[in-house]
C-alpha cells in the first residue's frame, strides 16, 4: 500500500472578491460622508421626527407635505449641530412634497443624477437624519418605470422604488445613487410595501411652483365620485363602458353650479373618457382652472352634455 503522503494547507492569500469588497464599503461610506451635510432633520411634528434634503444654498429644504401637515412651529437640524428655525413656503400633497425656508445660508445641495442612466439593480443609498445624526441604508433600484399618478392626482415624472429599508423618519430623505448624486426624495405615503422614491425630475418642477406661487394648483369639480360600469344598453350612447357616480356634490362646487346631481355618472370630461377617480384627478391639472369644458353625465337612463367651469381647489 502507498504511503499517505497527507495534505499541506498553504496560507491563504486576500482574496480578489474581499479586497473589492473592501473598496466598495469604502466608497459607500465616502458617499454617505458627502452626502450627510445636505441631509437635515425636520421638527415639526410631536414626537417623530422627518427629515429634509438642502434644496439651495439660501436656504431652501424638501421634505415631505405629510411632514409639515399640521405645521406650528418648524426647526431644522443641521449637520453641524445647530437648530434653525424654518418657515413653510409651501406644499402640494398630491405629490407629498413641501418646501421650507431656513434661517441659514451657505448651505451644501446635492449635485442631481442624470435619471436617464438609473437602472434597476443599480445601487443605491439613502441617506436620511432622524435624529441628530445622519443615518444610511444600502439597496438597489427595485422598479423603474414611467410617469404616473398618485391617488390625489399629483403627477410624478418617473415611478421609482427602491429595496432599501425606510426605518422610521427616513422619510423625506435622500436616495443617491454610488458617485453621491440626488435619484430623488423618499416617502412612505404612496405605498405600504415599498419605498417610493420622487425622482429629481419632479422634485424640481414642483419646487419651482412652490417658490413661486406658495402651492400648486389644481382643479376643482365639488363631487365625492365612485367608478361603476354603465349599463350595457347605454354603452352606444354613453361611448364608454365605465364612469363615476357622483356620491356627493359640494353645494357650493363648480358641478353643482353646472346643474350636476347627486347620483349622476360622470363618463367623460372635455372628451376624455373617465374610468376611475384617478382619471378625473389627472384630468384637474392646473391648465385646466377656470376652462369650461363638456361633461358628458348620464341621468335617469340619458346621456347630457352638460358646460362645466373648473374651479380651483383652495
Do not use: N
Not at 413641501?98 to 438609473?118: C, I, M, R
Amino acid at each position: 500500500m502507498a504511503p499517505f503522503r497527507g495534505f499541506y494547507l498553504q496560507p491563504r492569500k486576500e482574496s480578489a472578491m474581499s479586497t473589492d469588497l473592501q473598496s466598495l464599503s469604502q466608497s459607500l461610506a465616502a458617499v454617505v460622508e458627502r452626502t450627510a451635510p445636505s441631509i437635515v432633520r425636520v421638527e415639526a411634528r410631536r414626537r417623530r421626527g422627518a427629515t429634509g434634503i438642502v434644496w439651495s444654498a439660501d436656504g431652501l429644504i424638501v421634505t415631505t407635505s405629510h411632514a409639515v401637515e399640521h405645521e406650528g412651529h418648524i426647526a431644522i437640524g443641521l449637520a453641524d449641530g445647530r437648530t434653525v428655525s424654518a418657515e413653510l413656503v409651501g406644499r402640494d400633497s398630491s405629490t407629498d412634497l413641501a418646501l421650507l425656508k431656513a434661517d441659514v445660508s451657505g448651505l451644501t445641495p446635492l449635485p442631481p443624477a442624470p435619471l436617464d442612466e438609473v437602472k434597476v439593480g443599480h445601487l443605491v443609498v439613502t441617506v436620511a437624519r432622524p435624529g441628530r445624526t445622519a443615518r444610511a441604508t444600502l439597496g438597489m433600484v427595485s422598479t423603474h418605470g414611467e410617469g404616473w399618478r398618485t391617488h390625489a392626482g399629483g403627477r410624478v415624472d418617473r415611478y421609482l422604488e427602491t429595496d432599501a429599508d425606510l426605518p422610521p423618519g427616513f422619510s423625506g430623505g435622500a436616495l443617491v445613487d454610488t458617485q453621491g448624486r440626488l435619484v430623488g426624495l423618499l416617502t412612505a405615503a404612496f405605498s405600504r410595501t415599498a419605498a417610493v422614491v420622487i425622482p429629481g425630475d419632479t422634485l424640481t418642477r414642483v419646487a419651482t411652483t412652490l417658490r413661486e406661487h406658495g402651492g400648486v394648483r389644481r382643479g376643482y369639480l365639488g363631487v365625492g365620485a365612485y367608478p361603476v360600469r354603465v349599463p350595457p344598453s347605454l354603452v352606444d350612447r354613453a361611448g364608454t363602458e365605465a364612469g363615476l357616480i357622483f356620491l356627493s356634490v359640494d353645494p357650493d362646487g363648480p358641478a353643482h353650479k353646472a346643474g350636476l346631481l347627486l347620483g349622476d355618472v360622470l363618463v367623460s370630461l372635455g372628451g376624455q373618457p373617465l374610468h376611475r377617480v384617478e382619471d378625473l384627478l389627472g384630468y384637474l391639472g392646473d391648465e385646466k382652472v377656470g376652462t369650461t369644458v363638456q361633461a358628458r353625465v348620464l341621468r335617469a337612463g340619458e346621456v347630457r352634455e352638460v358646460p362645466i367651469t373648473i374651479g380651483k381647489r383652495s
